[in-house]
């Protein structure tokens, strides 16, 4: 097996290069290689000064995410880092690509650091639901102050190497080869005689105000970071930089480090970043199969969906033609089109040419026949079965042979309209989010009749737009509208039990939902479930109660912020939703009629009804093979429907709770509520029985496939 680090001699100066693809990770091959290196020349008395390189298209990407679940093995991180630091002679990092996290704490015990102009550094462990750990909280602020430390460990977004040389973070930034420059800066070092400069002997330079800024911050992750963990950790651990001799806040860091590591937090985060990991990884598919080639796309509806899509494959530079039967619609569609991106502008998030970039790329159409070059052409038409059906007649008589045809439904059946065409191995669902310009989940169905090239497409237009592709198979709400349908009935029945809207929405967001789901119900048009309902109206329970409150209020034209009214009032300059005592007793008059008894749920049973509710249809989802993986369902809940990423999705949060704990729950409500909705599923029945959890019925069920 070939070194992954290894040392040349340029004169005085010697260069240890890591080499350790794809990235340079600092696993512990390339710890223990540096161990070594670092030790060896320790007893070179000609070696003067020493580069820190990296081959490869990035200097030390990070950390191995791995070693947090099987345990970090030694030379640990401090041990490796401390060695570096402690060098008699100089030491020069050359930064070059993606440097974060541990990439950034390495560069940190380095006495010199020069980067190249692409060079991008941040330390993210906040998203991971840690803390940068390896001597970052304790090196950093003495390098670039307490202030800018905080600002960039709470952010976690990387500064570009502009910014770094600005904020003292590096000490040059040059074009080319960054190695070679570092190299010269060595000979430079030593020609004048300059030794080394370790970081952890700095003083904080904002060290006088430390305390305002602490408690300044502390103030502001208990707003804007809610129920989150690791924010607070991290300031213990700038806190100990403050106030202790380095040493000392090392050791302290390493505590608070292992804490948050073990914490829920933590491991729900680093349960989303491997389950995104695996979302290309599709049972059944035959191996080596190719995406075909997107170029060109056809979009078919001007609406919201539409115009949003649109913006998707123009920001990544693929010509798009928009088509809608309408005039009026067509050109209302464009203006809305550009009417988003002048905002962009504006905001500073796009330049003025950019813009029209853009929109040269988008080309209006009214007729069919237009789209016939087309490589992947997608519907995005309002849910109206008949109405789908015809389209696809019509696409399947122009689309060239092998176009993808795409829908954009979010609950009715592909198969069926798969069926119209005469080639359903090339249907597909690609399921966007509103407002699809900006939403990260994309749900791609694989029909029963989808070519496996098909679906790879789907993933692969998925990657190519940034969105976060996951694969469902056909039911009604595929995975996410079908587990919102259960969630939505309990907060609804709540409503009729005695809750007020806010109440409901207060007990979802403090449990950290980006926003309660009954706002969600305004923001998107009350009507817009309701209409689904009255079409599967055959199809739902035996219940009178069952979404009463939705249609109550489309009854009376109340149908969230497009009205100015729905479950609240929009009626303010600022268009924020404010009670409603007449919605109120409209609703309370209505449990009347219908017999409810009122029982004023509290925020925890309101919580626990929705959320467990959700929980028992992903189980059933889960075994009749709906979704892939319980991670699956995870990722579609915290890329597209607001769950909070901290609590790691709804199957992570069952498994935290405890599967035992859930089904007793479930049992409890079917005792005291409609039992027709609180039977366990029966794969939930099971894994309870056993002791087991989501996850290791994934474990179990991917070693199979």
Request: proline share 6%; glycine share 10%; with cysteine.
């Amino acid at each position: 097996m070939p070194q992954v680090v290894t040392h040349t001699l340029d004169g005085a100066v010697a260069v240890v290069t890591i080499d350790h693809p794809p990235v340079n990770t600092l696993g512990r091959d390339v710890r223990a290689g540096l161990k070594a290196c670092f030790e060896s020349l320790r007893a070179m008395p000609e070696v003067r000064a020493i580069v820190l390189a990296c081959k490869g298209k990035t200097f030390v990407s990070g950390g191995d995410m791995r070693e947090f679940e099987t345990g970090i093995l030694q030379p640990g991180y401090h041990e490796v880092l401390g060695l570096i630091e402690d060098s008699a002679v100089p030491v020069v990092a050359a930064l070059h690509g993606t440097v974060m996290g541990a990439g950034v704490e390495t560069a940190i015990a380095c006495h010199y650091r020069i980067c190249d102009t692409g060079t991008r550094l941040g330390l993210p462990e906040i998203s991971l639901g840690i803390i940068p750990g390896a001597g970052g909280t304790q090196r950093m602020p003495r390098l670039i102050g307490l202030a800018a430390a905080l600002d960039m460990m709470l952010d976690g977004k990387p500064r570009t190497a502009a910014q770094a040389l600005a904020l003292g973070l590096v000490d040059r930034v040059v074009e080319g080869d960054v190695t070679a420059a570092a190299l010269a800066h060595a000979h430079d070092l030593v020609a004048s005689g300059k030794g080394p400069r370790p970081t952890r002997e700095r003083a904080i330079a904002d060290a006088a105000t430390g305390a305002g800024i602490i408690a300044a911050r502390r103030a502001e992750v208990a707003n804007t970071m809610k129920n989150r963990n690791s924010p607070g950790v991290l300031l213990d651990a700038l806190q100990a930089a403050l106030a202790l001799p380095f040493a000392q806040g090392l050791a302290r860091e390493r505590e608070l480090s292992d804490q948050v590591e073990r914490a829920v937090e933590g491991r729900a985060l680093r349960h989303l970043f491997f389950a995104e990991r695996e979302l290309r990884k599709i049972p059944g598919l035959p191996p080596g199969v190719h995406p075909r080639a997107v170029t060109r796309v056809g979009i078919v509806g001007a609406g919201t969906m539409g115009g949003g899509i649109s913006m998707c494959f123009a920001d990544a530079g693929i010509a798009v033609k928009l088509l809608d039967a309408n005039p009026a619609n067509l050109e209302r569609g464009l203006a809305n089109i550009r009417k988003n991106y002048e905002r962009s502008v504006k905001r500073g998030r796009l330049k003025p040419e950019q813009m029209e970039q853009r929109l040269a790329l988008i080309t209006p159409t009214l007729d069919y026949a237009a789209l016939g070059d087309a490589d992947l052409i997608i519907e995005a038409v309002f849910e109206n079965m008949a109405l789908k059906k015809d389209i696809f007649a019509k696409l399947d008589a122009v689309a060239k042979p092998g176009a993808v045809l795409g829908t954009n439904t979010s609950t009715l059946d592909i198969d069926e309209i798969a069926a119209v065409t005469r080639r359903p191995q090339d249907v597909i669902g690609l399921h966007f989010f509103s407002p699809a310009n900006v939403m990260q989940l994309l749900e791609i169905v694989q029909c029963a009749k989808t070519a496996p090239d098909v679906v790879m497409t789907g993933l692969d237009i998925a990657r190519t737009i940034r969105k976060v592709g996951v694969v469902a198979k056909v039911c009604y709400g595929f995975i996410g509208n079908r587990m919102m349908d259960p969630y939505g009935r309990e907060a609804e029945r709540c409503l009729l039990e005695g809750a007020t809207p806010e109440e409901v929405d207060a007990a979802l967001e403090d449990f950290g939902m980006a926003m309660g789901i009954l706002a969600v119900y305004d923001m998107a048009g009350v009507d817009i479930g309701h209409l689904t309902r009255v079409e599967r109206a055959h199809l739902l329970p035996d219940d009178p109660t069952f979404y009463r409150p939705s249609a109550l209020l489309v009854e009376r034209g109340w149908l969230g912020q497009k009205s100015g009214r729905g479950y609240y009032r929009y009626d303010n300059p600022e268009r924020r939703r404010t009670p409603d005592p007449e919605v109120i007793a409209m609703i309370r008059e209505e449990a009347a009629r219908l017999g409810v008894p009122q029982r004023r749920p509290s925020a925890k049973e309101i919580r626990e009804r929705c959320l467990y509710a959700m929980i028992n249809e992903g189980a059933r989802i889960l075994e009749e093979g709906v979704a892939c993986r319980a991670s699956d369902i995870d990722i579609v809940y915290t890329a597209g429907y607001g769950f909070p990423r901290y609590r790691g999705g709804p199957m992570f949060h069952a498994d935290t709770i405890g599967l035992q704990a859930v089904r007793a729950r479930l049992l409890e409500f079917a005792e005291t509520l409609d039992p027709q909705y609180w039977q366990p599923a029966p794969l939930l029945e099971r894994l309870a029985a056993n002791g087991s959890s989501f996850a290791q019925w994934q474990a179990e069920h991917s070693d199979k496939d």
